[in-house]
């Protein structure tokens, strides 16, 4: 009995001194997903919708994701008074700078964003995916998309890679990926509970499908590897939205397949 004590603390000496990887050699790590998140500014009237953005980030920490923020380098649309609901005329803000604001200043520009260093791309919602990631906003079905985030949306969907989005910002891969299936919500607004139903028309109109899903619910659409959800599509309370959300970053990651 004592010199198998005298033998194991022998192996426990050796694997000390050996270094750490010999302590561990058994304990094989999983790497989780490697997620993008591609931010539109700060705020939702011209900006990403700061809520959606963290409760993605929420759910992709609990999902064991590794994530890294992106944002174009661009100019706003326009800014606007969140106070008052009304444009700053005065006022320039920067999409990069001010989306540097979520992510706790780790924030990358959009361009350098490419398939071979992540799993996976995630669009949040807010007016500034409709009025700087693209010209929905102002020109509807007619609109343009930038151009980073163009490359990004078919890139990613050219390698085989799955794409979240929330909100408004379904729009994107509506104009991008011919046939793309995607949820807003609801398509009539139900006495207000739907505001923005008429996006389900738009994305249509764009040649994409629409497919009619809760506030708390995630369309996958398995071919294009696609998962979107309504968010602040429908006027409810946080935690609905927070769970839609939270559908849509389960969808994507089982996409993964890690």
């Known amino acids: 009995m004592l010199a198998a004590r005298l033998a ?20 094989r790590r999983l790497r989780g997903a490697r997620v993008a998140v591609v931010l539109s500014g700060c705020g939702v009237y011209d900006g990403t919708e700061i809520h959606e953005a963290s409760a993605i980030l929420v759910h992709l920490s609990r999902g064991g994701a590794e994530v890294q923020m992106y944002a174009p380098d661009i100019p706003q649309m326009h800014v606007i008074d969140h106070s008052k609901g009304q444009p700053a005329e005065a006022e320039s803000r920067n999409v990069l700078v001010e989306s540097a604001r979520i992510a706790r200043g780790k924030i990358t520009d959009l361009a350098k964003l490419t398939t071979k260093d992540h799993d996976a791309v995630i669009f949040p919602g807010g007016f500034g995916a409709a009025k700087n990631l693209s010209t929905f906003a102002v020109d509807g079905k007619d609109c343009k998309v930038n151009g980073e985030v163009e490359r990004v949306l078919k890139e990613f969907h050219k390698a085989g890679k799955p794409i979240g989005l929330c ?56 071919n294009n590897k696609m998962v979107t959800t309504p968010a602040f599509m429908c006027e409810t309370e946080l935690h609905h939205i927070f769970d839609g959300i939270g559908a849509m970053v389960k969808g994507v990651l089982k996409l993964t397949g890690k």
């Open 167 to 222: 909100c408004i910002s379904p729009v994107l891969a509506a104009k991008v990926l011919s046939g793309a299936e995607v949820t807003v919500g609801h398509e009539e607004e139900e006495g207000g509970k739907w505001p923005y139903a008429g996006t389900a028309g738009a994305i249509k109109a764009l040649g994409g499908k629409h497919c009619v899903k809760e506030v708390t619910e995630a369309h996958v659409d398995v």
């Open 8 to 27: 194991g603390c022998g192996r426990l000496l050796r694997a000390a001194l050996a270094g750490p990887a010999s302590l561990h050699c058994s304990a």
